[in-house]
């Protein structure tokens, strides 16, 4: 929905600079999707609830240590793929996404073009509300989280300095 909104948006509009901005979320955005599912498929990890659980043969692993045979716990004991697609969480990638999403909203109200800053904050705000409650009920381990908000903040310094650059401004200079 964001990236078709996003499209017709940019066609609309005569501002290449904007488009460009556009563009560039979009491109952002689909590039924390495509890592989070690129992560999720090569590297099946059980969810901290099924390891407290203690199924047979399903205990703690790195996330860099690959779980073998998942499809056994699948067929055998009924388990629900996903519980075996810890890695990273996919949450606090898409929560994360949030801070780009909401600093974008500047591009097209005047009265937000000083707030960059406080709705990047509230964004953040709102993605540790969502990666702590992860935490919480046992669907992920830290390093799960943390892989997601750290693959997002890679990508959120991008998207600033893109910005800037768009902006013609330099990050000195702000």
Same mark, same amino acid.
């Given at each position: 929905?964001?990236?078709?909104?996003?499209?017709?948006?940019?066609?609309?509009?005569?501002?290449?600079?904007?488009?460009?901005?556009?563009?560039?979320?979009?491109?952002?955005?689909?590039?924390?999707?495509?890592?989070?599912?690129?992560?999720?498929?090569?590297?099946?990890?059980?969810?901290?609830?099924?390891?407290?659980?203690?199924?047979?043969?399903?205990?703690?692993?790195?996330?860099?240590?690959?779980?073998?045979?998942?499809?056994?716990? %699948?067929?055998?004991?009924?388990?629900? /793929?996903? *519980?075996? =697609? +810890?890695?990273? @969480?996919?949450?606090?990638?898409?929560?994360?996404?949030?801070?780009?999403?909401?600093?974008?909203?500047?591009?097209?109200?005047?009265?937000?073009?000083?707030?960059?800053?406080?709705?990047?904050?509230?964004?953040?705000?709102?993605?540790?509300?969502?990666?702590?409650?992860?935490?919480?009920?046992?669907?992920?381990?830290?390093?799960?989280?943390?892989?997601?908000?750290?693959?997002?903040?890679?990508?959120?310094? %991008?998207?600033?300095?893109?910005?800037? /650059?768009? *902006?013609? =401004? +330099?990050?000195? @200079?702000?």
């Amino acid at each position: 929905l964001l990236l078709w909104n996003g499209y017709h948006l940019a066609k609309k509009t005569e501002d290449k600079n904007l488009v460009l901005k556009i563009v560039c979320l979009l491109i952002l955005l689909a590039l924390a999707y495509a890592s989070l599912q690129i992560l999720k498929s090569n590297f099946p990890r059980a969810r901290y609830r099924l390891v407290v659980q203690e199924y047979e043969n399903i205990g703690f692993r790195p996330w860099y240590m690959l779980l073998e045979d998942t499809a056994k716990f %699948i067929n055998d004991m009924g388990i629900d /793929k996903g *519980e075996f =697609r +810890s890695f990273p @969480s996919g949450h606090s990638i898409l929560s994360m996404c949030m801070v780009m999403i909401l600093q974008s909203l500047t591009w097209f109200s005047p009265k937000l073009k000083d707030k960059r800053i406080i709705l990047g904050v509230l964004g953040a705000v709102f993605s540790m509300i969502i990666i702590f409650t992860r935490l919480m009920l046992g669907a992920h381990y830290m390093s799960d989280v943390s892989a997601g908000a750290i693959i997002v903040s890679f990508l959120t310094i %991008i998207y600033t300095l893109i910005q800037y /650059k768009l *902006e013609g =401004r +330099s990050i000195k @200079s702000s």
